[in-house]
């Protein structure tokens, strides 16, 4: 048994890992990697505090002790600006970068396997071994664990913590002995470290001590039996007392048992944002996280990590289903769950229900209540996560709700123990059981070997597949950054002799590193490098699907009647814009009553409406090529950009008119996507 279940949990970890071997360093990486290895080799904690230390430093540690070069601590070190500073660790340092991602995303699978680990035993335990193989199997083929246990991020690290430490919290609350106390703080400490949104772990603690009480019996610690109820208090108040000093450990700890975020032995500077600001959501969080630092109760590099989060949950930009939202929606998460969720574990998690539901109804009264206790955790679980990202305003990517997919991988154990008990029964019985449950499984698997290696952006039939997924979600939920290798590999097959390659990338990557040589269209993040100045000409046109989707941009939404005007007005001026960058020294009669500076502020504004106006045309159009499902490529004639950007708005109403009209609405052609 212990022998599948790592046969399970490895292969799990080398499929994600091995999937991602050709894909280029999505935005969140560049940021989790340099801030690690400021973390382990500078003992410095003001870079990117805000996801979590320990997978940061986990996934930094082989770049540590490899002793990575890192950038001289200049200007971007005294900001603190952790994407100038790891383009530069990355790409301009003499590192090899792909040696240093490859390992850190292999430090991450680790707790992908653990998760697998997990999710076979508590299955056992509910379901028996053929639950466990169930669940098993589930968890480690689904697209969604494979996604984000092949990136080097703080997600998969905080669904097994959150899991593992739930799990060990119900048995230290039925368990006297001090191992089970001592494992249950052990992990606590690791989730508070994890991420910052472990604070749950506080009403799900408090949920599991209620159905504890209400489960009676004498709650016991060491050789201490509780049962009054003030003598049950007093246990359970010990209890949380060694979880909190568990955790407070744990953070100092990996903070270097210092309090100020900075290390006074090397070159000062600020937070990227300051105090004040990261604090303006007022409220009783921010006063507690004030109270904190008044009295350096905690780490500073904490503390503002966790005020930044804080911060930035109040608005966000987002996207979904074509719809554009700061404050984001309730349906967000439902739908997301529907769109990347496989069908095989969907209809899984439907025959469980009745299969569940089924065993409730016939079981005796002791045994319902007896199953409903043990599954608590995993129930609690749920729930409690599943309400917190129903009101979240950040809406930015699928991967928010993972750590409630352990739990259905568990639940759709019943499906083993049903295939389990027909074959105890006549033969008739048991061949449809086992068949049913065999195929579904097999549907599972053949779901993960299609999508491989793009496991990121997996959407399943209901969405119109992985090809239509741009079209409901973007970010982390389908474009990471992570397909330039494949699109250097497209242009190496299909790009013609002399054709003018225009890129608007999202991501971590540098496109230079692939030899992609492109007119840069704007680009997230920027890297702190200067706006060129260009003009959009015929040929090739690659864009990240959530930069055609405008989500961060200003002109988010739809094309309006007055970014129409403004657009126009600037228009005008393009003939002075091609003057200026041509001769930006030799034309005085421009710069006499308008500065240099006014000039550049007003070619921002008009090349950014001029992309968004584009956009507008490309999201109506069907793309020529799709690279990983993430990269869009057009290849647009010189009628398609006079239509798009050179005419009054009825020509680009026009175009788009047409471009719905050729697009085969149903998705039953998708583009070509790039091989692995």
Same mark, same amino acid.
Request: glycine share 8%.
């Given at each position: 048994m212990l022998g599948l279940a790592l046969l399970l949990a490895l292969g799990h970890a080398w499929l994600a890992t /091995? !999937?991602?071997?050709?894909? !280029?360093?999505? &935005? %969140?990486?560049?940021?989790?990697?340099?801030?690690? #290895?400021?973390?382990?080799? /500078?003992?410095d904690y003001r870079l990117h505090? @805000?996801?979590?230390?320990?997978? $940061?430093?986990?996934?930094?540690?082989?770049?540590?002790?490899?002793?990575?070069?890192?950038?001289? $601590?200049?200007? %971007?070190?005294s900001r603190s600006d952790v994407w100038r500073l790891g383009h530069r660790f990355f790409y301009e340092s003499g590192n090899d970068h792909e040696r240093m991602l490859f390992a850190a995303r292999a430090m991450n699978a680790l707790f992908g396997a653990a998760t697998t680990l997990l999710v076979f035993f508590w299955s056992r335990r509910h379901w028996g071994l053929a639950g466990a193989v169930v669940s098993g199997l589930l968890c480690a083929l689904c697209p969604t664990m494979l996604a984000h246990s092949g990136l080097a991020t703080s997600d998969m690290a905080m669904t097994f913590f959150l899991l593992a430490a739930l799990a060990a919290y119900w048995r230290h609350l039925h368990d006297p002995g001090w191992r089970a106390l001592a494992l249950s703080a052990a992990l606590f400490g690791g989730a508070a470290v994890a991420k910052h949104t472990s604070v749950l772990l506080l009403p799900m603690a408090g949920l599991l001590i209620l159905a504890r009480l209400l489960e009676g019996g004498p709650l016991r610690l060491g050789s201490w039996t509780a049962s009054s109820w003030p003598a049950r208090l007093a246990v359970l108040g010990c209890s949380l007392a060694a979880h909190g000093a568990a955790v407070a450990l744990a953070i100092w700890a990996f903070f270097g048992f210092r309090y100020a975020a900075f290390n006074p032995e090397l070159p000062g500077g600020v937070f990227v #944002?300051?105090?004040?600001?990261?604090?303006?959501?007022?409220?009783?969080?921010?006063?507690?996280?004030?109270?904190?630092?008044? /009295?350096?109760?905690?780490? @500073?590099?904490?503390? =503002?990590?966790?005020?930044?989060?804080?911060?930035?949950?109040?608005?966000?930009?987002?996207?979904? %289903?074509?719809? =554009? !939202?700061? #404050?984001? /929606?309730? !349906?967000?998460?439902?739908?997301?769950?529907?769109?990347?969720?496989?069908?095989?574990?969907?209809?899984?998690?439907?025959?469980?229900?009745?299969?569940?539901a089924l065993r409730l109804r016939t079981s005796a009264r002791p045994d319902r209540h007896a199953g409903l206790l043990r599954a608590a955790p995993l129930l609690v679980l749920f729930a409690v996560y599943w309400a917190f990202s129903l009101a979240s305003h950040l809406n930015?990517?699928?991967?928010?709700?993972?750590?409630?997919?352990?739990?259905?991988y568990v639940f759709c154990g019943a499906l083993g123990w049903w295939a389990a008990q027909a074959c105890t029964g006549p033969r008739s019985r048991a061949v449809p059981g086992v068949v049913s449950v065999v195929?579904?499984?097999?549907?599972? &698997?053949?779901?993960?070997?299609?999508?491989?290696?793009?496991?990121?952006?997996?959407?399943?039939?209901?969405?119109?597949?992985?090809?239509?997924? #741009?079209?409901?979600?973007?970010?982390?939920?389908?474009?990471?950054g992570q397909d330039l290798p494949g699109l250097q590999r497209w242009l190496a097959a299909h790009r013609q002799p002399g054709e003018r390659l225009h890129l608007s990338y999202f991501g971590g990557s540098e496109p230079d590193f692939y030899g992609i040589e492109a007119v840069r269209l704007p680009m997230l993040p920027t890297f702190g490098r200067a706006r060129p100045w260009y003009w959009c000409e015929p040929g090739l046109y690659a864009i990240s699907a959530t930069m055609l989707q405008h989500v961060y941009a200003a002109q988010r939404g739809p094309w309006t009647a007055e970014n129409e005007r403004t657009y126009q007005e600037l228009r005008r001026n393009d003939a002075h814009f091609r003057a200026l960058r041509a001769d930006p020294d030799g034309r005085p009669e421009l710069i006499a009553e308008i500065s240099p500076p006014q000039w550049q502020a007003a070619w921002n504004l008009y090349e950014s409406l001029r992309f968004s106006r584009l956009c507008h045309y490309l999201r109506a159009r069907q793309p020529d090529a799709m690279i990983g499902y993430s990269i869009l490529v057009f290849r647009l004639t010189r009628e398609e950009i006079d239509d798009a950007l050179h005419g009054p708005v009825s020509r680009l109403e026009a175009a788009i008119t047409r471009a719905l009209a050729a697009r085969d609405p149903a998705g039953s052609r998708p583009p070509a996507v790039t091989p692995p």
């Open positions: /091995w !999937s991602m071997r050709e894909k !280029s360093t999505t &935005a %969140d990486e560049l940021a989790h990697v340099t801030g690690g #290895y400021t973390f382990n080799h /500078w003992h505090p @805000e996801n979590g230390i320990l997978p $940061q430093r986990w996934e930094a540690l082989p770049a540590t002790l490899a002793g990575a070069r890192y950038p001289a $601590q200049d200007d %971007d070190w #944002y300051p105090w004040e600001l990261m604090l303006s959501f007022g409220g009783l969080k921010a006063r507690v996280i004030e109270f904190c630092r008044s /009295w350096q109760l905690l780490p @500073e590099g904490y503390l =503002y990590g966790l005020a930044f989060v804080l911060k930035h949950a109040e608005a966000r930009g987002a996207f979904l %289903d074509g719809e =554009y !939202s700061i #404050y984001g /929606w309730v !349906s967000f998460f439902p739908k997301a769950f529907l769109y990347k969720t496989p069908l095989s574990l969907l209809a899984a998690v439907a025959a469980s229900a009745g299969i569940v930015i990517g699928h991967r928010h709700i993972l750590p409630t997919y352990p739990v259905l195929a579904l499984l097999g549907l599972h &698997a053949l779901t993960a070997a299609r999508i491989y290696p793009h496991y990121l952006a997996y959407f399943n039939p209901l969405a119109g597949g992985p090809a239509q997924g #741009y079209r409901h979600l973007v970010d982390s939920s389908l474009d990471w």
